[in-house]
């Protein structure tokens, strides 16, 4: 995936999928939400292993998401559309004669090289079924193997590429950016602030546990109403639309970890508060479980309690996982309970 074209070399982070099984072509959409489980990841992976570019690409989607997804108020926004001027991921492709002006031939001729850049593109258009003429950046070879066939040291290809890269973002950033949908959702910036949060304790960055103190600091000062609870949408200087499970589920493990990085009790504390609102109006006092929905929300004909995850865990998962770990560092007994009932709580039908 860190080689392919899923990933944005120039820009980093992740787009939203591939549509090969070779990871060349993607969905150029990029996802909040997959930023962030990408980013804790690849932290996870590097503290299991020690492997260095587990640790670069965590923290260059990091500051991908600090760069073009923060708000001036600390607030992460949602996502970044594919199109831009009408035509999908025309903002992220290059032709070569387009590197060859940014970089010159001598550094051109590395960058394509190393990212499989070819003249006539490097891809089939999937509906004319035919070549593009552009490339999506991607790498098919480790750099320890192109330096050998370059009769170069690793480090002098590994800062020759970084340098080229730079040029070209800034010759990128000159084109028609795709629209960026501003929204920010408290479900998505909580599982930012655990990224963040997880990522400055395991790389002892100071920067993101202060953007994650940020972001928590717009949440609970824009998001949550005077009676403590929370709303599940900001934008424009508008919060609206009552919480769900995961806008309490995602922000609880997004202070969780955050106390863990900073060991400020003031979020272990809004942690503990945030979750008795959660208990109090989602959980279901018959089986166990969390619903989706509160229980002074809308009539609905079915209020769901859903337990499976998808593309970013459910509600029920990570509400799970918080009773735990704040039952183990509070002491109390009763969070553990409640957490092997929801683990053994059946979705209705």
Known sequence: MRDGGIYDHVGFGFHRYSTD????????????????????????????????????????????????????????????????????GKFYVWSSDEIVRALGHHDAELICSVFTVLREGNFTDQISGERSGTNILHRKKPLHEIAAEKGLPVQEVEDRINRALVRLFYVRNDRIHPHKDDKVLTDWNGLMIAALAKAARAFQVGDFADAAAKAVSFILNRLRKPDGRLLHRYREDEAALPAH???????????????????????????????AVLLRHYWDNNTGG??????????????????????????????????????????????EEMAARAARHSTPP
């Open 21 to 88: 099984a070779h990871w060349l072509v993607p969905h150029f959409e990029k996802m909040l939400y997959d930023q962030a489980m990408l980013c804790m990841a690849y932290t996870e992976a590097y503290q299991a292993t020690g492997n260095r570019p587990y640790r670069k690409t965590a923290e260059e989607i990091l500051t991908y998401v600090l760069r073009d997804m923060t708000s001036p108020e600390g607030g992460f926004f949602s996502a970044e559309d594919a199109d831009s001027e009408g035509e999908e």
């Open 290 to 335: 969390f619903y989706f929905t509160s229980d002074d929300s809308e009539d609905l004909l079915v209020r769901k309690k859903e337990s499976y995850d998808g593309a970013i865990p459910s509600g029920n998962s990570v509400a799970l996982h918080n009773l735990l770990r704040l039952g183990r560092m509070t002491g109390d007994t009763g969070l």
């Open 245 to 275: 499970i995961d806008d309490y589920a995602f922000l609880i493990s997004g202070l969780i970890e955050l106390y863990e990085a900073t060991f400020d009790p003031q979020y272990l504390r809004e942690a503990r508060s945030l979750n």
